[in-house]
């Protein structure tokens, strides 16, 4: 499929980041996800437009950025995760949480006060690799 080269690879430089690794040069993060490094820097500048990485000049670091935050926001809007696994109408298993997708809201509650909650099945209590 063209053009899903250029997602894939934006997405594994997003998924480079985390608590162990937060913040990354161009040229280590080229490395670790195995790509060259004007690649890196390229898909680096264009996820930096969009605020999904943020530039640090004083290391010349990037770390993730605020942008995500908005779109973390906007997919839990989207998304109910029920403790019920009878309810299966639209419902996707995702490593042991039902996810149920809504079709439209007309709730006036901030996010904030929005309760996740999670059904672990047997099988996936008993599967899970702990890191």
């Excluded at 997919?75 to 019920?84: E, G, K, P, V």
């Amino acid at each position: 499929m063209a053009g899903t080269q250029s997602i894939r690879r934006a997405v594994a430089l997003l998924e480079a980041f985390g608590d162990d690794r937060p913040a990354w040069g161009v040229s280590d993060l080229a490395e670790a996800v195995e790509l060259n490094r004007t690649t890196v820097y390229r898909l680096l500048t264009a996820l930096e437009s969009v605020e999904y990485v943020a530039r640090d000049p004083a290391t010349d670091t990037y770390r993730l950025g605020s942008g995500l935050i908005a779109l973390g926001a906007r997919a839990q809007r989207c998304l109910l995760y029920t403790s019920d696994p009878a309810d299966e109408r639209s419902s996707v298993d995702l490593g042991g949480r039902r996810i149920i997708q809504k079709k439209k809201t007309t709730s006036t509650l901030p996010t904030s006060d929005i309760t996740i909650r999670t059904h672990i099945s047997e099988h996936t209590k008993n599967t899970t690799s702990r890191a």
